[in-house]
């Protein structure tokens, strides 16, 4: 089963090490793969579960992406996800 | 295969292998690993991993404990790093396909993340490639162990990489396996530019981020004439280049067929050509490409390959192994020109705010009167060995040349009650570097035998302008009108007063401005071994009465690019090839 999802990055500073980190984590807790696509004049595509290549997609505030899980738990992988970049992973304004 | 444009200071090319320095000086000592050992080599690179994982939780977990979750958080960032799949696939990859070595498999990977880091434009994110720097060096740690291999036992031929030479960094270097230099800043008069030209070996500088782009183990090509850094060259490249290398030797050879020839012009006019040094060893080969005679002696590498000061046998020894050296042909040696660009590990703890300005140099000397008799009696006492003479650098005051003779004085009346032999009349000269002392050479000339004008300095202090920072190297430029008319009047007061001078910066060694030197009636030029020749070659080729219709022309001028024009045209028209 495939899902996926757009989300926008709230996160003033963008999709950096310790964002990435938590969203790798997340991803780590279901079996599900993880890719994430970002688009615009150069589109890059990331593995969700590897925190180098999240770090790489520069994804600073503003920029849209697009969620993608393929598994079992795909359903689930999703909610949680975007449930944590809608979050703004926490961060204070 | 990749080409990266700098800036060629030290002229030659050599073909070797890599060592790229960091702040931590960790050397990947080889690039491949025999097909046989590929296994093992990746059962090193998963061990060195799983060090790095089990380190990096310890530490976490104890500065979670002190400071709380929120700082613990990068840590967090650096195990994901190291447990990353992706990156952890990369390395065994490039193993397994390359049989590359685990060291060089980390860092080459690594290198490529932290150039895609710098690549961003968002300065967050940019910055963070500090932790890729980070996780790098943490899994070579493990790899390579903790031992920091130093430069001054290498076993193979090399080419050094690294952000910039420090000064303490190049007087350890094992001379007979360093066969090049890149770095990142620095310009033509930069630490590592002047080290390169000493040693004749090629150089290429302010490359940008070439330490992040090269790993230790890569082939590169360094070309100190065209500033070129060729990374990983191909066959067509190696092929090109050891052509291109072939006729350099030739022309060098060429050039060192002048060594056994006057430096006379064709009407006869005879000037001195002496070499430029910083060890006693330097001493043959400036010889050897013709040098009658050591202009400048650099005493503070004595300083900088020891942590502790030389004793005052340190001195002696290296003096009279130098003047021996000479055979009879005179020696210059300068008196201790510490601080600034050369600090030694001990003034490093204390920067000063505005170094050139600082305490250096003869203000350093004169502040620790031991250490500065130290270097002295060691002088005195070498001085019956040969044709030695003192030089003061730095000079800006008539107070401080005083002073130093005064100290030197003390000295002699020393070394006479204890009845020990020395030079009485030993010729005492100063450096003409700071503008104060240009201005007054007059007074100045009443005091000394000898005027030695110290170009790179002159330069900086006229201009304003710091000749390592990178953004205004630019403006550093000899051929100002302004320098030149400081220059030509240090050369007529030394004329007119009977005492001698030389150039000894680094224009004395670049032929663009052999002509305008001659002209100007200068009959010392103290320079860099390799330099020599073609200098030499220029004079011969010329007349003196040519060399003033230039230096007339060239007074006129009143921009530094149209005597740069200028003189690359008159040059051009001797030796077509130097430009």
């Given at each position: ?8 990055i ?16 997340v991803?780590?807790?279901f ?6 696509h970002?688009?615009g ?8 579960k590897?925190v ?7 994804a ?7 969620i993608e899980?393929e598994g079992?738990d ?13 979050s703004?992973f926490?961060e204070?304004? | ?8 200071v030290?002229?030659g ?9 960091d702040?931590?000086?960790l ?8 097909l046989?050992?590929v ?6 690179l998963r061990?060195?991993?799983a060090?790095g ?33 992706t ?22 990977i ?11 434009s ?50 350890a ?8 230099f890149?770095?990142?800043v620095?310009?033509r ?8 030209r000493a ?7 302010g ?27 191909d066959?067509?490249?190696l092929?090109?280049?050891?052509e ?31 070499a430029n ?7 043959n080969?400036?010889l050897a ?9 650099r005493?503070?590498f ?28 005179p ?11 050369k ?8 920067p ?8 250096r ?8 009167i ?43 009346e ?5 009845g ?11 450096m ?13 000339a ?14 900086q202090?006229?201009l304003?302008v710091?000749r390592?920072n ?6 550093f430029c ?41 002209g ?17 070659k ?20 009143d ?20 430009f």
């Open positions: 089963m495939t899902v996926s999802r757009e989300v926008v709230r996160n003033k500073l963008g999709l950096h090490a310790r964002p990435a980190m938590q969203f790798v984590d991803a780590n807790q079996k599900s793969d993880v890719r994430v970002k688009g004049e150069e589109p890059v595509d990331a593995d969700g590897s180098m290549q999240m770090i790489i997609l520069a600073t505030e503003g920029t849209p992406l697009r899980a079992e795909a359903e689930q992988a999703i909610g949680k996800l975007t449930e944590l970049v809608d703004k926490g204070a304004e | 295969m990749e080409i990266r444009k700098g800036i060629g030290s002229p090319v050599v073909v070797g292998t890599a060592i790229v320095l702040a931590e000086d050397l990947i000592p080889k690039r491949h690993v025999p046989e050992n296994d093992a080599e990746i059962d090193r061990k060195a991993l060090a994982i089990s380190d990096l939780s310890g530490q976490r977990d104890e500065v979670v404990s002190k400071y709380g979750q929120e700082i613990g958080g990068i840590f967090g960032v650096h195990l994901g790093l190291l447990a990353d799949k990156i952890v696939n990369q390395f065994i990859a490039e193993i397994r396909d390359r049989h590359s070595t685990a060291e060089y498999a980390v860092s080459t690594m290198r490529k993340y932290a150039n895609a880091f710098l690549a961003m968002d300065k967050y994110m940019s910055d963070r490639v500090k932790d890729i720097y980070d996780v790098e060096r943490r899994v070579l740690h493990n790899l390579i162990g903790q031992t920091h291999q130093d430069l001054s036992h290498l076993t193979e031929d090399v080419i050094v990489i690294a952000h910039d030479m420090l000064p303490s960094q190049t007087a270097l094992d001379r007979l396996h360093v066969k090049g890149a770095t990142d620095g310009g008069t930069s630490h590592t530019a002047i080290v390169a040693m004749g070996i090629p150089a290429v500088v490359l940008g981020a070439i330490t992040s782009e090269i790993s230790g183990g890569d082939i590169i090509i360094i070309d100190g004439h065209r500033g070129l850094v060729i990374i990983n060259p066959a067509e490249q092929a090109e280049h050891a291109y290398r072939t006729k350099l030797i030739k022309l060098d050879k060429e050039l060192r067929e002048l060594a056994h020839l006057q430096p006379e012009t064709l009407d006869g006019h005879v000037v001195s050509l002496q040094i910083e060890a006693p060893a330097d001493v080969d400036a490409r013709g040098a009658q005679g050591i202009g400048l002696y005493t503070e004595l300083y900088l390959t020891r942590e502790v000061e030389p004793t005052e046998e340190d001195h002696y020894k290296a003096y009279v192994d130098t003047v021996e050296r000479c055979g009879g042909r020696l210059v040696i300068r008196t201790l020109d510490l601080g600034a660009d600090y030694t590990q001990a003034q490093l703890a204390n000063e705010r505005n170094p050139f300005l600082g305490d140099s003869i203000r350093m000397c004169l502040h620790d031991p250490m500065f008799k130290r270097q002295l009696r060691a002088i005195m006492r070498a001085s019956i060995h040969g044709d030695m003479r003192i030089m003061f650098p730095m000079i800006s005051t008539l107070m401080e040349l005083r002073q130093a003779k005064m100290v030197l004085n003390d000295v002699m020393d070394l006479e009650d204890e020990i032999e020395f030079r009485k009349d030993i010729p005492i000269g100063m003409v570097e700071v503008p104060s002392a240009a201005i007054q050479a007059d007074a100045f009443r005091e000394v035998n000898f005027f030695s004008i110290g170009t790179n300095d002159l330069v202090y006229v304003a710091d390592t990178e953004k205004v190297a630019g403006l000899p051929a100002h009108p302004a320098v030149l008319k400081l220059l030509r009047d240090v050369i007529r007061t030394g004329q007119r007063n009977n005492v001698s001078v030389s150039v000894c910066g680094e224009m004395a060694g670049e032929p663009l401005y052999t002509l305008l030197l001659l100007l009636g200068l009959t010392t030029f103290s320079m860099n071994g390799p330099d020599i020749p073609e200098v030499k220029i004079i011969r080729s010329t007349t003196y009465e040519h060399a003033k219709h230039v230096a007339r022309k060239v007074m006129s001028f921009s530094e690019r149209q005597v740069m024009h200028y003189l690359r045209e008159e040059t051009r028209k001797i030796i077509p090839e130097a």
